[in-house]
């Protein structure tokens, strides 16, 4: 398919307003594509795709497959350079530039210059050449020689790279029209913009290849290659399209949590999986067994791109620990020199680092954390439910022949495998979450423990608990000391709000407060200790604290008739006097 083509059914697909009608042009485009006599002839790989798997990815603006890290690594100045060459000699980049600034989009730009008379080393890459004529009149720029000059510039590296990027892309501004050259710098610099989604594309292919859009559905998630789907659904139909599995080595899109209560979730579901929440980086690791016995360990990150150089430590988990090849879900977390998870912030020091990864190493120790398991020893898993999974994943990271009746305090001796909890209890669920914030991690996800893997989907069977959107501050009028190690610390904080001149109990917070700050609450409210019995203690209107939580609930527990469901200390309101804490108005309100 020429690239002229292409070029003018985009312009036809962007002035269409209308989804289905998007859908149905897209389809036409693509089955155009598909009867490409090239396309018979050539052999269809990621290096060598063929007419119809390029034309796939480059309606929704990819040059490459979504799983691919190649990247063009063309940067703006770049393409501006290319096209002021293309241009002609009174063209400079800052010209084109300013046109950017007057019309505010590139291809505009692109497309208001005469292309076509200029010579040069790129002149003549690809066969064509400037013909002097403008455009492209007699050159016929076909969709397959622009992917494999793209794929050419992309594979640039070393000194004088850059410049071989330009002289590839004047190379093929050269033998643009104007059409053909608005879409190729839209192409180059990730701004294709024509209003095809990924929906719109993955229904075109069921449409054009009159094959059921929910095997496409399937198939783009196990392959994320909307290239190679069209392919295989235009030659093998629905069986070739049911056919294709997961590859270890090639990215799958990561399923995604939406925000969520407790609640909510035990309502949906009979019972609720309930795994802490690391604060990490999210990481795909694939491990691959060769038939000799060789193993291969890539790690990629939430968006698919390959960051195994930045984690040896992970390559070095998977090559100790894994003995059959397996696709893992799962976090990198930082940790300090007592094994305790350290912030985010810490984890990003390590990600994409591609220099000095040792030195990086020694100043930032992560550790992998794994709670889902897509593939293991040549089984794809998607489609099983998450306790089966989890199962699968403990045996992976386990001796493969342990025992898969193992309970929550078994599994605690696997350190790479995220504990998953199954209850219908919410106190249950608040006593998981308050171990899970005293562990330092973020708090809790609640998964549908029959549900599916679904890649790229925010679904709403991986629910993180919701943060707390509104904080009161109550008034702090009783306290328990604690146990054990914290036995001279006061913990368990009753919390109170106010309500004309009186002080009424809210409930109790125990979660959110490390050890370090137990010693300075204690520190803080000891002096106001009014009366003690037992463990517990009265304590004299003096300290606000700011209280996160979950819902408010009526309760009889509580004087003021209101219980806050899975309250969370936040911090002391220094600021603040008892007579300026919450009202229990507020409290009513808030609950309404
Ligand atoms: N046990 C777990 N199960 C699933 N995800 C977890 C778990 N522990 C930590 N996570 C992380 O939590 C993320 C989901 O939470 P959250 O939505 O807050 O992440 P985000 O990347 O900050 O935001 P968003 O996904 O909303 O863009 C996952 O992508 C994963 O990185």
């Avoid at 290096?47 to 796939?56: G, I, K, N, S």
């Avoid at 600034?101 to 066969?127: H, K, N, P, R, W």
């Avoid at 993955?202 to 449409?207: T, Y």
């Avoid at 998607?382 to 193992?406: F, G, I, K, Q």
């Amino acid at each position: 398919m020429e690239f002229a083509t292409f070029a003018d059914r985009a312009a036809a697909i962007e002035a269409e307003p209308a989804d289905l009608e998007i859908v149905a042009r897209t389809s036409e485009l693509l089955a155009d594509a598909g009867d490409d006599s090239e396309d018979r002839r050539s052999a269809g790989s990621a290096v060598d795709p063929q007419t119809l798997e390029v034309v796939a990815r480059f309606v929704q603006g990819r040059v490459f497959p979504a799983w691919d890290s190649t990247k063009l690594d063309i940067g703006p100045t770049t393409c501006y350079e290319a096209i002021a060459r293309a241009a002609g000699t009174n063209v400079g980049s800052d010209d084109v530039e300013e046109r950017l600034a007057e019309v505010g989009e590139i291809g505009e730009v692109a497309a208001s210059y005469d292309f076509g008379g200029q010579q040069g080393l790129g002149a003549f890459t690809g066969g064509g050449g400037g013909n002097g004529a403008g455009g492209a009149a007699g050159n016929d720029l076909t969709v397959r020689e622009v992917y494999e000059t793209l794929a050419d510039l992309a594979a640039a590296e070393g000194s004088g790279s850059q410049d071989r990027k330009i002289d590839l892309l004047f190379g093929l501004f050269n033998r643009c029209s104007s059409e053909e050259a608005r879409y190729l710098a839209r192409l180059v610099l990730s701004e294709m913009r024509i209003g095809v989604g990924e929906g719109s594309v993955r229904d075109a292919i069921s449409e054009a290849f009159d094959v059921p859009v929910e095997h496409v559905e399937r198939a783009l998630q196990v392959s994320n290659d909307y290239g190679q789907v069209a392919r295989v659904a235009r030659d093998e139909g629905r069986e070739g399209l049911d056919a294709m599995d997961l590859e270890v080595g090639r990215p799958v899109q990561a399923m995604l949590a939406q925000a969520g209560t407790v609640t909510d979730a035990l309502e949906e579901w009979d019972e609720a999986a309930v795994e802490w929440k690391y604060d990490g980086a999210r990481v795909q690791l694939h491990h691959r067994i060769g038939d000799d016995g060789t193993t291969e360990t890539c790690v990629f990150s939430r968006n698919m791109e390959e960051v195994t150089d930045a984690f040896p430590e992970v390559v070095e988990f998977a090559d100790e620990t894994l003995e059959e090849p397996a696709i893992l879900d799962g976090e990198v977390v930082a940790i300090d020199e007592d094994d305790e998870p350290l912030p985010f912030q810490e984890v990003l020091k390590r990600f994409r680092r591609k220099h000095d990864v040792a030195k990086a190493r020694e100043d930032v120790t992560v550790r992998p954390v794994f709670f889902d398991c897509l593939h293991a020893g040549g089984e794809d898993l998607l489609e099983e439910p998450l306790t089966t999974r989890h199962e699968r994943l403990r045996a992976v990271l386990a001796d493969a022949d342990d025992s898969s009746d193992a309970t929550v305090e078994d599994e605690r001796d696997i350190e790479a495998l995220s504990l998953l909890w199954t209850t219908d209890d919410p106190d249950e669920i608040e006593a998981i979450d308050a171990e899970a914030l005293e562990a330092g991690h973020e708090g809790i996800m609640l998964k549908d423990p029959d549900s599916a893997y679904s890649p790229g989907r925010r679904g709403k069977h991986w629910r993180k608990r919701k943060p707390d959107v509104e904080t009161l501050d109550c008034v702090v009028t009783g306290a328990e000391w604690g146990e054990g190690r914290r036995a001279t610390f006061l913990g368990t904080f009753e919390l109170s709000v106010r309500a004309g001149d009186d002080l009424e109990t809210v409930g109790k917070v125990a979660t959110g407060i490390t050890d370090e700050k137990l010693e300075e609450l204690t520190a803080l409210l000891e002096p106001h200790i009014a009366t003690e019995e037992g463990q517990a203690v009265d304590i004299e209107p003096a300290v606000v604290f700011e209280v996160g939580y979950e819902e408010i609930q009526s309760s009889p527990t509580y004087s003021s008739g209101y219980a806050l469901r899975f309250p969370r200390f936040l911090g002391v309101r220094s600021d603040k006097d008892p007579d300026d804490a919450d009202t229990l108005e507020r409290v009513e309100r808030l609950r309404a």
